[in-house]
């Protein structure tokens, strides 16, 4: 019998064309793939974007309503799952960013109008300074803004990608060999001009310039030599204080912390950030002086190697967010 390969509708014997989309029929249907769920969406326009980079990764991608979560569920093929949330972590950092800039702009607009009152009022920025301005001055929502970052204490910070001592000695090491190598290039290509066996650049002038550029260069490289060699020093340091806190984290961070977690229907992203959220507290009440890109870094190579559902590396990497971020379980 043949069937509608879009409409999947089974038509009689004879019949070549589907009536509902005018697709040639087919004798049997490709089999069905499995399909598995990268991210619940609560906005459509979003839940579409996400889509456009999936596949624009060359990963087949489609978004349908669910109503059991209320939101825009983004599918695709279960084999492709694990390259489809490294693309969405991706997906999910950039969306980040635009929403965090949106709202600052946000903020920092309340807080031109709110500094502006204040000029005549004579009090100082804080909750009971957004009671006292009419609402003609600033809106509920302008308030409303300002009174979430004032009790949140937030301030904007663009995301640090944290460089190893070990990785930074070697960056440096690498430039350091390139330009030294160009300044013995310069040097000789200099003194070959300067004896006439080369006669592009045989003036005095170019034959200076050539002459800085090659002392530049080995400056350069010089420089970066010292500074491989303090990152190979202080890497070290890094290691042991790793070692010490990747010992830390052993013995303190236990399954009771995530014991409130337990009976929440979460999913994988949002799971993803309860968890490394707690870890990240914990360990700043008891580390406050660590640098905070160092720290996550140290926080994302714990969970990936303790949390079978890790979104953070292995081969089911990725990242989600909350109804705040747009996305929600």
């Not at 084999?79 to 972590?89: G, Q, S, V």
């Not at 650049?201 to 260069?217: E, Y």
């Not at 010089?222 to 020093?233: C, G, L």
Request: glycine residues 4%; hydrophobic residues 40%.
């Amino acid at each position: 019998m043949p069937w509608c390969p879009n409409c999947k509708t089974e038509y009689q014997e004879g019949i070549e064309v589907c009536s509902d989309c005018g697709a040639t029929l087919v004798d049997e249907l490709p089999e069905e793939k499995e399909k598995a769920v990268v991210a619940y969406i609560s906005e459509e326009e979003l839940a579409g974007r996400l889509v456009d980079y999936l596949e624009y990764s060359d990963i087949p991608a489609e978004y349908a309503y669910c109503d059991d979560e209320e939101s825009y569920a983004v599918t695709v093929e279960e084999e492709d799952l694990a390259k489809a949330k490294t693309a969405f972590r991706a997906f999910y950092n950039v969306e980040s960013a635009n929403m965090a800039k949106e709202q600052r702009e946000k903020i920092e607009k309340a807080v031109e109008k709110m500094e502006k009152w204040k000029e005549d009022s004579a009090l100082d920025i804080d909750e009971a300074l957004l009671e006292e301005i009419p609402e003609s001055e600033m809106s509920a929502e302008e308030k409303a803004t300002i009174a979430q970052a004032l009790m949140a204490e937030k301030v904007y910070k663009p995301t640090e990608v944290y460089v190893k001592k070990a990785d930074e000695s070697k960056e440096m090491f690498s430039t350091a060999i390139t330009f030294l190598g160009f300044a013995v290039l310069l040097l000789v290509f200099l003194v070959l001009n300067a004896t006439n066996y080369i006669t592009l650049f045989n003036n005095v002038p170019s034959l200076i310039l050539i002459g800085a550029m090659a002392i530049g260069c080995c400056l350069v490289g010089i420089n970066a030599i010292k500074r491989s060699r303090r990152a190979e020093i202080a890497s070290v340091e890094e290691e042991k204080l790793t070692a010490s806190l990747d010992k830390w984290l052993e013995e303190n961070i236990t399954d009771e912390l995530f014991t409130e977690l337990e009976g929440e229907d979460l999913s994988e992203e949002l799971l993803y950030l309860r968890r490394t959220e707690i870890i990240r507290a914990k360990l700043f009440g008891e580390y406050p002086d660590l640098d905070e890109s160092y720290a996550d870094d140290l926080i994302e190579d714990y969970y990936n190697s303790h949390f079978d559902d890790t979104l953070g590396q292995e081969e089911t990497a990725g990242t989600g967010e909350d109804e705040t971020g747009d996305t929600e379980e």
